[in-house]
Each structure stands twice: as C-alpha cells, then as structure tokens.
C-alpha cells in the first residue's frame, strides 16, 4: 500500500525564518506533487516534479528517489506563507494520487 | 478561464436526504476526481473518472455515487446522507498520465444532522 508521510503535523516561524517541510513515501514514484491549501479552503498546485529540484520565487522543491524523500522549502518566510501545505504522490503505476495529511504552517509577523 | 467549478459551496442536509455535488471543468481534462477532507486526515479519493462514460472506485466509496455526464462534467451523488459524510467535498481534474498538474475546485462544505 502506498503511504505518503509529512513532517511536521503543525509549524510555527517568525517573519523571514527559512523553512523546510518533509514528506516520504513508500512505494516508487511517478510523480509527486506538493500542494497549498489557503485558509479559505481553496487548493493549488505548487509543484510537480519527478526527478531533481524545482524552483518558484521564495519555494524550492526538492526529491531525492533513493531515499523516497521530498522537501519543500521556504526562503525569507513571510505571514502569507500561512498555509496548509500538503504532499501528494503518484506511484506503483496508478494515476491515483495518495495524500499527506498536511503540514500546517504559521508564519508570524 | 474558469478551472473547476463546483456546486453547491455549502449545504446542510438532514440524515436520509439525498443531494448531489456538481463539478465541471473548462480544461479539456480526461481524469476527474471526486475527495473528501477530514481534519486529521489527507485527502481521500471517493472516485475517479479516467475519461467520459468510466468510473472507478477509489478509498472511500460507500455511501456515494458517481456519474460522468460528458468530458466536463463529473457529479458525485449521495442517496441517503449520513452524519459520517459531513466532511468537505472536493473536486479535481488532470490531463492523464504521471506528469500532470491537478486543478481543485473551491470545496464544497456539507454538514449532515
């Protein structure tokens, strides 16, 4: 059974700290997907990648295959940052995406 | 350009009734899905559809119906509601394959008393 697992459940920072949320899985990949889900509800695509290292603005996107392993990282945080953000993965030949539960992030001024 | 849409955004429904969720996308997307999202819990996928007419099962399917209407529109119906399926409701669309970004609609808040 494939199983996506996030760290940490809860994350609190201060204005400009450098943040890091982790996610593992258990089955080989295809895809993996991170996430953000606003406060309102709504859910958005922030990455996708497969291999290697994404970069958009402040977020970086990492994945190391061997280890089964991704992170997300957030430079210079800011309160807008505050988010559920969410890691989701493609594997074992589904199309069916398997979620984390979430890393729920506070950014304070 | 409107992404995903779906309808209603909140409803309370007394145990028994029935309602339906509707959800169409504007993407020109093959894969639909429909999920639903606990606190605790990630997203769990009640069913997908890979393509018009196709319908599959995914972790928590009991209690709820599908139909894949046309390549825009996927609805997810519930015949007899439970308080079990207060949750909220989320629909999601994708080109088929790995590679893929999926698209969210806004949720759909349902209470059940």
């Known amino acids: 059974k494939n199983e996506v697992e996030q760290s940490p459940q809860n994350l609190t920072a201060q204005e400009g700290e450098f943040i890091t949320i982790n996610c593992s899985y258990s089955v080989g990949i295809s895809a993996l997907h991170w996430l953000q889900q606003h406060p309102g509800g709504g859910i958005v695509s922030l990455f996708m990648l497969s291999s290697g290292k994404k970069k958009h603005g402040r977020l970086i996107a990492t994945i190391n295959i061997q280890e089964k392993h991704s992170s997300l990282h957030i430079t210079a945080s800011h309160p807008r940052d505050s988010a559920v953000y969410i890691c989701?993965?493609?594997?074992?030949?589904?199309?069916?995406?398997?979620f984390g539960k979430g890393t729920k992030l506070t950014v304070n001024p | 350009n409107a992404g995903v849409t779906q309808t209603p955004k909140f409803q309370v429904l007394k145990t028994g009734q029935s309602m339906t969720l509707q959800c169409a996308q504007d993407?020109?997307?093959?894969?639909m899905y429909w999920y639903r999202q606990d606190p605790g819990m990630g997203l769990r996928l009640i069913y997908y559809?890979?393509?018009?007419?196709?319908?599959d099962k995914g972790e928590v399917p009991n209690g709820y119906n599908v139909s894949r209407l046309n390549k825009r529109e996927f609805s997810l119906r519930l015949e007899s509601a439970a308080p079990s399926q207060t949750s909220v409701y989320f629909c999601?669309?994708?080109?088929?394959?790995?590679?893929?970004?999926?698209?969210f609609g806004e949720g759909s808040w349902l209470t059940v008393v």
């Open positions: 993407m020109n997307h093959n894969s």
């Open positions: 999601a669309s994708s080109k088929t394959g790995i590679g893929n970004t999926i698209y």
């Open positions: 989701a993965q493609k594997g074992g030949g589904s199309e069916k995406l398997v």
């Open positions: 559809s890979a393509s018009e007419g196709t319908t």
